[in-house]
């Protein structure tokens, strides 16, 4: 949860994720590639200028879920 919330605000790095869920670099980059298998995160770059942001997948169920809570 925290790698999605976190690619949905302004996107993420590895590093942020790690500190921020407490998981070491390996479980991160296992967490990202399932993120990217799902369609649920986008990679931007390459090597440590690599960012994950939110997929436009992702930013519509959450746009939609929000508009059915709020129906």
């Given at each position: 949860?925290?790698?999605?919330?976190?690619?949905?605000?302004?996107?993420?790095?590895?590093?942020g994720?790690?500190?921020?869920?407490?998981?070491?670099?390996a479980?991160?980059?296992?967490?990202?590639?399932?993120?990217?298998?799902?369609?649920?995160?986008?990679?931007?770059?390459?090597?440590?200028?690599?960012?994950?942001?939110?997929?436009?997948?992702?930013?519509?169920?959450?746009?939609?879920?929000?508009?059915?809570?709020?129906?």
């Amino acid at each position: 949860m925290i790698a999605l919330e976190q690619s949905l605000i302004g996107g993420t790095e590895r590093s942020g994720y790690c500190e921020e869920a407490e998981v070491s670099p390996a479980t991160a980059s296992a967490d990202f590639r399932r993120l990217l298998d799902a369609g649920l995160v986008e990679q931007r770059g390459r090597g440590p200028n690599t960012r994950y942001e939110a997929s436009e997948s992702l930013r519509d169920g959450v746009a939609g879920a929000i508009n059915d809570r709020d129906a």
